[in-house]
């Protein structure tokens, strides 16, 4: 299916009142998303150097296997939601709008992000569990 310029506008939890409406991403967008998450892997690594090594040799197996579960471990949070988010409910002390943009999604709590980015990838995420099933 072609997703255009759909969109759905969903509910914080939580915070009464707000909503956020969200951009169906494609599945380019969703694959470029999970590439800058690579490739900035791939550089924290290559900085880390010895240190790395010891601390992949410190993991536990089951630290492991709660990260692989994360559904969000794979993608750039920040790009995730830049991309996907395309008006919300928030306004200012004077009661104006306050504008979606990089600096204003950066001041979203963890759990409101988390929130979002899981209503962005939760479909993938769904269709990818019933195929393994």
Known sequence: MLTGNRTRRVDIPDEEGQWVELRELSGRQLRKIKKVKFKDTIQDSREMGGELMAAIAGVKQEDLKASAK??????????????GIVVWSYVDDDGNPVAVNSDNIGQLDQKTEKFIAMQLVGAEEEEDQKKDS
């Open 70 to 83: 994360d559904a969000l471990a794979e993608y750039d949070m920040d790009e995730l939601l830049e991309a």
